[in-house]
Nanobody, 116 residues
Framework: QVQLVESGGGLVQPGGSLRLSCAAS????????MGWYRQAPGKQRELVAH???????NYADSLKGRFFISRSKGKNTVYLQMNSLKPEDTAVYYC??????????WGQGTQVIVSS
């Protein structure tokens, strides 16, 4: 079992930046990839970014160049640096982890509101 705890959300003005963190605990040795998803009100959850143990990254096309995913050296924390934020980035952001058995784990989510 893997537990995920996100932090770093909040209210930010358009054009601002935020960095989200997600700390994994439990069977972290079994994790082979981690990522961030988001869900805006009335919309489906969508992929934001994904990073593998080998460091390969994947981003939603619309977010490339503004959002950046990284992982701590010990691989138990994943970060999402969000720059040039727009009101349409307002959503609950969820951390996810997938293990070698293809089980997927989710955090509780952290709210990001982009508004002036």
């Amino acid at each position: 079992q893997v537990q995920l705890v996100e932090s770093g959300g909040g209210l930010v003005q358009p054009g601002g930046s935020l960095r989200l963190s997600c700390a994994a605990s439990g069977s972290i040795f079994s994790i082979n990839a981690m990522g961030w998803y988001r869900q805006a009100p009335g919309k489906q959850r969508e992929l934001v970014a994904h990073i593998t143990n080998g460091g390969s990254t994947n981003y939603a096309d619309s977010l490339k160049g503004r959002f950046f995913i990284s992982r701590s050296k010990g691989k138990n924390t994943v970060y999402l640096q969000m720059n040039s934020l727009k009101p349409e980035d307002t959503a609950v952001y969820y951390c996810s982890a997938k293990d070698y058995y293809n089980a997927v784990y989710w955090g509780q989510g952290t709210q990001v509101i982009v508004s002036s």
